[in-house]
């Protein structure tokens, strides 16, 4: 925290302008070394924006750059920071950082300006964490949650709980400092009740992260099923392209091929497989080998047939498994006809020639990630993997809490239950001595951010 940091917080590669930003208390010092104003009466004020040249330590121009100041505490860091505006171009760029840290800056860390956000407070560990989302946020929903994130919705809810069940804590160890006190029996049923309503909020933030997953990750969908049905034709499809190789010839597609797409603000990494079929030759054999393998991985898979052919037909070219797996059923070139062996089965009718029932598939696949859920689309918290992790922890412990209560153990142990649950949810946020998870964290930012 006391060196002064510096780093390239625009992406690598040619553009018109770059941004160098340093923070720390060396920062206007430093800056003031390289700097030459073309006003040389211009003030460095908060906010200021100052036009003048770069110069190394030979007195040689590295560029002509716009200079930005803000002063500590108010900057993204909390810290004085400079941030540099040069032109674009690689070379320039690392003269400018070399420049600045040869004047006594060094070379910032991943997400180290962040992480100093946080430690100096300007920002809670849930809001750290919503900065990454927004830099790699691949929808509009996805932007809108980590938005909401970082405006601290997630955060407010978490304080809310640690306010809670530090007053109900407060009332248990009231009993243990006064033990002459006899338990009222009515306060003990409302800090029980206030147990639970705390609990269930826990609950409702933990259904959040299935959706939280999701938005960062994508929803896995595989489309799968036999030969020649038209998987790849439904790949083109919705992805609004022909990506995959499409032919009458029954095994075209080997390989796995896989894109990302945006659904309705869903993010969406889609997969078309070989058809599964048994078969002699190895190239194919292998594909069938790696359609069977990204079932197991998917979060739903599109099982699509030729329903111009009968059932049983489809059938016997051994498609089997779905049932166990999170499917939809798609019978695709409709325009054709469907056979009469579909016509009371239950699934989507597509052609992939014509476009008709795409739309409806599309309703369908976003249904499935977002359905009983409506809780996400209300208030955008979509929680991660690493807040699942402490709220779960902190439910159970507070339901150890709620049991022990109802059995009228000893304060003293509902007090420690109580505790670690109140540990857990402060984990969400942050506290600043726990340098390993604040490792954990920053190490995923980019430089610069
Ligand atoms: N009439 C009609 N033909 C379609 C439709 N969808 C696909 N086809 C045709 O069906 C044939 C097979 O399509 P593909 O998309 O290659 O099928 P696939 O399931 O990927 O086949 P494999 O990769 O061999 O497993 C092609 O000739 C497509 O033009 C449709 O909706 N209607
Ligand atoms: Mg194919």
Redesign the pocket.
């Known amino acids: 925290m006391e060196d002064t940091i510096v780093a390239i917080a625009s992406p690598p590669g040619q553009g018109a302008v770059a941004i160098l930003r340093v923070s720390g208390s060396e920062s206007i010092p430093i800056a003031k070394r390289v700097f030459r104003p073309k006003n040389p009466q211009a003030k460095w004020l908060p906010r200021a924006i100052l036009l003048g040249t770069i110069v190394n330590s030979d007195g040689e121009i590295m560029d002509q750059v716009l200079l930005s100041v803000f002063i500590g505490p108010a900057s993204y860091t909390g810290e004085d920071i400079v941030e540099i505006t040069c032109h674009g171009g690689a070379l320039v760029t690392q003269a400018v950082l070399d420049t600045i840290i040869s004047a006594g800056a060094r070379l910032a860390d991943p997400g180290e300006f962040s992480k100093r956000s946080f430690l100096n407070g300007k920002m809670d560990l849930t809001q750290a964490e919503a900065v990454m989302d927004l830099i790699s946020a691949k929808t509009t929903l996805a932007l809108r949650a980590a938005n909401s994130q970082l405006e601290g919705q997630l955060g407010n809810r978490i304080s809310e709980i640690k306010q809670s069940l530090l007053a109900n804590l407060a009332h248990i160890e009231a009993y243990i400092d006064f033990p002459e006190e006899d338990i009222d029996p009515e306060a003990n049923e409302s800090i029980m009740r206030n147990l639970v309503i705390l609990s269930s909020s826990i609950g409702n933030l933990i259904k959040t992260a299935e959706q939280g997953r999701i938005l960062r990750e994508g929803l896995h969908v595989v489309i799968s099923?036999?030969?020649?049905?038209?998987?790849?034709?439904?790949l083109n499809s919705l992805l609004g392209y022909e990506r995959?190789?499409?032919?009458?010839?029954?095994?075209?597609?080997r390989d796995t091929i896989e894109e990302m797409i945006n659904l309705k603000g869903i993010p969406v990494r889609l997969t078309?497989t070989?058809?599964i079929r048994e078969v002699e030759e190895s190239i194919e054999s292998e594909g069938v080998l790696r359609a069977k393998r990204e079932l197991n991985r998917a979060d739903l898979v599109l099982v699509?047939v030729?329903a111009t052919i009968d059932k049983k037909e489809n059938e016997r070219i051994e498609f089997t498994s779905s049932d166990e797996l999170n499917h939809i059923k798609v019978f695709?070139?409709?325009?054709?006809g469907i056979h009469n062996s579909y016509k009371r089965e239950d699934g989507v009718r597509?052609?992939?020639?014509?476009g008709a029932g795409i739309e409806s598939l599309v309703g369908l696949i976003v249904e499935s990630c977002l359905g009983e859920n409506d809780h996400f689309s209300k208030n955008l918290i979509a929680v991660n993997s690493r807040h699942r992790a402490c709220l779960e922890n902190s439910q159970s412990n507070l339901n150890n809490a709620i049991n022990a209560l109802k059995e009228s153990v000893e304060p003293e142990f509902v007090s420690v239950d109580l505790r670690e649950a109140l540990d857990s949810i402060g984990e969400i946020v942050g506290k600043a001595d726990v340098e390993d998870l604040l490792g954990e964290i920053f190490s995923s930012f980019c430089i610069g951010k």
């Open positions: 099923g036999p030969p020649n049905a038209g998987k790849s034709s439904l995959a190789i499409v032919s009458d010839l029954a095994g075209t597609t078309d070989a058809g699509v030729d695709n070139k409709a325009d054709l597509i052609s992939c020639l014509d």
